[in-house]
């Protein structure tokens, strides 16, 4: 028999077969009855809907972040999550993205909200937001900008970055502009969505503090000691 002969002879089955079983499988299915698309007035305005929902997460989220609610934070993260951050990943809600929020980015000291730098402002083009729902509304990916302050402890062991660790110092801060990159998926057990993925991809930092007129360069060096040669550490190296 040649392939298009099987072929016709397959095709021919297959369409035997399902007129056999459509009635008993499926009863109640019209003729009519087609799956929904992106052109569906109906399903147009359920991802409207869900779109909503991820901008109102987000702005939880930041919101959380500004006032160092990083129980919030860490909550809104689905249990296989990571986050990546300045050249490392950190991995899983209760591990590495615990850490990296309740640890990394200490009270205070990082995830605030904080006006662009004079001279290293963003330009509107790379500020935009937008969302992208799925069809099956299960999944999102979604950027937004920020503008925050960020730290990290000092490494140095002299006595003078010791001492400040004491009084809960010993952390070099500075502005940094940039773009969350995210991906969202929905818990369909509580019916909410969770953050799967986040990376903060940043465009521009500076050596900054409110309510001054001026701002210096800086360099940030990446991430290079993973957990838990670093207890800070990321997971993993980018």
Same mark, same amino acid.
């Given at each position: 028999?040649?392939?298009?002969?099987?072929?016709?002879?397959?095709?021919?089955?297959?369409?035997?077969?399902?007129?056999?079983?459509? !009635?008993?499988?499926?009863?109640?299915?019209?003729?009519?009855?087609? !799956?929904?698309? #992106?052109?569906?007035?109906?399903? @147009?305005?359920?991802?409207?809907?869900?779109?909503?929902?991820?901008?109102?997460?987000? +702005?939880?989220?930041? +919101?959380?972040?500004?006032?160092?609610?990083?129980?919030? $934070?860490?909550?809104?993260?689905?249990?296989?999550?990571? $986050?990546?951050?300045?050249?490392?990943?950190?991995?899983?809600?209760?591990?590495?993205?615990?850490?990296?929020?309740?640890? @990394?980015?200490?009270?205070?000291?990082?995830?605030?909200?904080?006006? +662009?730098?004079?001279?290293?402002?963003?330009?509107?083009? +790379?500020?935009?937001?937008?969302?992208?729902?799925?069809?099956?509304?299960?999944?999102?990916?979604?950027?937004?900008?920020?503008?925050? @302050? $960020?730290?990290?402890?000092?490494?140095?062991?002299?006595?003078?970055?010791?001492?400040?660790?004491?009084?809960?110092?010993?952390?070099?801060? &500075? &502005?940094?502009?940039?773009?969350?990159? #995210?991906?969202?998926?929905?818990?369909?057990?509580?019916?909410? &969505?969770?953050?799967?993925?986040?990376?903060?991809?940043?465009?521009?930092?500076?050596?900054?503090? !409110?309510?001054?007129?001026?701002?210096?360069?800086?360099?940030?060096?990446?991430?290079?000691? @993973?957990?838990?040669?670093?207890?800070?550490? !990321?997971?993993?190296? #980018?």
């Amino acid at each position: 028999m040649s392939n298009n002969s099987r072929r016709s002879f397959v095709l021919k089955m297959g369409a035997g077969v399902s007129a056999a079983l459509a !009635p008993a499988a499926l009863p109640a299915m019209s003729a009519a009855a087609e !799956p929904a698309t #992106v052109d569906d007035p109906t399903l @147009r305005a359920a991802l409207l809907e869900e779109e909503k929902a991820i901008r109102q997460l987000h +702005q939880a989220f930041e +919101q959380a972040q500004d006032k160092d609610l990083h129980d919030d $934070v860490i909550a809104m993260f689905a249990e296989d999550a990571e $986050v990546i951050f300045n050249g490392g990943v950190f991995r899983t809600r209760d591990a590495g993205v615990s850490r990296f929020y309740r640890e @990394r980015f200490q009270a205070g000291k990082s995830g605030r909200r904080m006006e +662009q730098a004079p001279g290293f402002e963003i330009a509107a083009a +790379q500020q935009r937001e937008s969302v992208q729902v799925s069809p099956d509304r299960l999944t999102a990916n979604a950027v937004f900008p920020y503008s925050i @302050r $960020v730290g990290t402890p000092f490494e140095s062991e002299n006595s003078l970055a010791s001492m400040a660790r004491l009084h809960g110092e010993g952390v070099r801060t &500075w &502005w940094e502009g940039g773009a969350y990159h #995210v991906t969202y998926r929905k818990d369909v057990t509580e019916g909410r &969505w969770t953050i799967s993925r986040l990376e903060y991809r940043t465009l521009a930092r500076a050596d900054y503090r !409110p309510g001054r007129t001026y701002a210096a360069s800086m360099a940030v060096p990446r991430l290079s000691t @993973r957990f838990p040669g670093d207890p800070l550490g !990321p997971d993993e190296l #980018v």
